[in-house]
């Protein structure tokens, strides 16, 4: 009896984990979740350029986020449950697998910046549009856009 408590209490608690870690996924700005590949794989985009990605894989939970290439080298170093990206490019995506505990703090500054890292990518585009459209077009306006080296 007390295994089965102990079975359930394990449960209980990784379920509120994963509660705890989609809503703090959700609750980024602008963010939508999606399904594309099914029921069981939550997309967590903004702006509709994912930047996580929360599924099970082998009875394990998975979360999939973007990441820069270095700090993806030192944090497989340290963590040994952070691989490279699952079905993602391995350079700039990592998969965490919650076998092993990651604190709680780690977990959500890695969320935080992959969600940076796509929405400074959309920045950057974003800029390069209008330095195009203002400056190389010479449409002249009140204000010229100045061009910062991307």
């Known amino acids: 009896m ?21 809503t703090y996924l959700i609750n980024k700005p602008e963010t939508l979740e999606t399904f594309p ?5 939550s997309v967590y985009k903004v702006k509709n350029k994912m ?3 929360l599924a099970w894989r082998d009875d394990q939970l998975m979360l999939n986020l973007k990441c820069d290439p270095d700090e993806s080298i030192m944090l497989r170093e340290i963590f040994p449950t952070i691989k490279p990206g699952y079905h993602m490019n ?25 969600f940076m890292l796509v929405v400074n990518k959309m920045a950057k585009k974003i800029n390069r ?5 203002y400056n ?7 204000y010229i856009v100045p061009y910062r080296s991307l």
Not at 136 to 142: A, G, I, S, Y
């Open 2 to 22: 007390a295994l089965s408590m102990q079975l359930n209490k394990l449960n209980t608690v990784e379920l509120m984990e994963l509660d705890q870690l989609k």
């Open 37 to 41: 590949f099914g029921d069981d794989v």
């Open 51 to 53: 930047f996580a990605l």
């Open 90 to 114: 391995k350079k700039h995506w990592i998969s965490i697998y919650f076998e092993d505990p990651i604190p709680k703090g780690e977990i959500e500054r890695l969320i935080d910046n992959s």
């Open 129 to 133: 549009l209008f330095y195009y459209i």
């Open 136 to 142: 190389v077009l010479n449409l002249h306006f009140q």
